[in-house]
């Protein structure tokens, strides 16, 4: 969107836009005792700026940490305000910065990986005892710091993410040849409706044909905003880098990867 915005639009245009959508996010309570991690690369700090500022207004017993990766101070989004946050909350924020193409006092050289990980957390934070993490960057860099997570104590279902991009699909990957048609039902907004669909399209994308307000937003499965329950028959997905294999059991599916592989399927939006 950030493309389009700056090369498409121009003064005067319309967008019309949907309610905040996903599951990236961190529910505040001011009855909250919780310390919190946050790692970002990037423009990845984008949505846990939100986090920090929710943590710190809204739970007065919590703390959040922070990790950030950039190439240079220069580059770093919100460094002022970060800066400024960690004057006006001293004891409850924290701040590691790490720059990959340029040496500064206070931060460390390299990429957020699991040595550097490992590095700041059972050092500069080895006090700390993280009830949940929170992080946005590129696939890998996910991936890495899940698993380096897990291994230091953090139970996978504490550790969320969002990732920059769809994931990569390797090329030996299966897939599987969706044929025929099957008689869907989707709910959304309160309203069913009962048509045929082609199994080689997707579930999202069938709805989209039908005229249906279906959610959804990257249509790469990394967002969350199709998501949706299955209430009736099965439906396989080409990739998902998002639900839990607990989700996936309890019928929840990323419609825009989604094909149907039952001749009969309920498709609910509103359940979930």
Known sequence: FSVFATTILKEGDVLEVSKPLGKFILETSPTHLKKYLGVAAGSGITPIMAMIKGVLTEEPNSTFTLIYGNK????????????????????????????SRAQKDGALFGRIDKGNLNFIIKNKFKDISFDAAFLCGPEMMINNLKETLKENGLDENNIHFELFTPPVIPENEIHIAFEGTCEITVVVD?????????????????????GLDAPYSCQGG???????????????????????E?????????????????????IDYDNV
């Open 222 to 244: 990394i967002c969350s905003s199709c998501l949706a329950k299955v209430t009736d028959g099965k439906a396989v997905m080409e990739k998902n880098s998002i639900l839990s």
């Open 190 to 210: 309160d309203e069913e409706t009962t048509f045929e669909m082609d199994s080689k399209l997707t579930i999202l994308t069938a709805a989209l044909k039908e």
């Open 72 to 99: 240079t101070e220069a580059d770093t989004i919100f460094y002022a305000e970060i800066n400024q946050l960690q004057n006006a909350y001293p004891t409850q924020f924290k701040v590691q910065y790490l720059f």
């Open 246 to 266: 607990a989700e996936i059991k309890d019928g929840f599916i990323l419609t825009c990867q989604a094909h149907p592989i039952t001749q009969k399927i309920t």
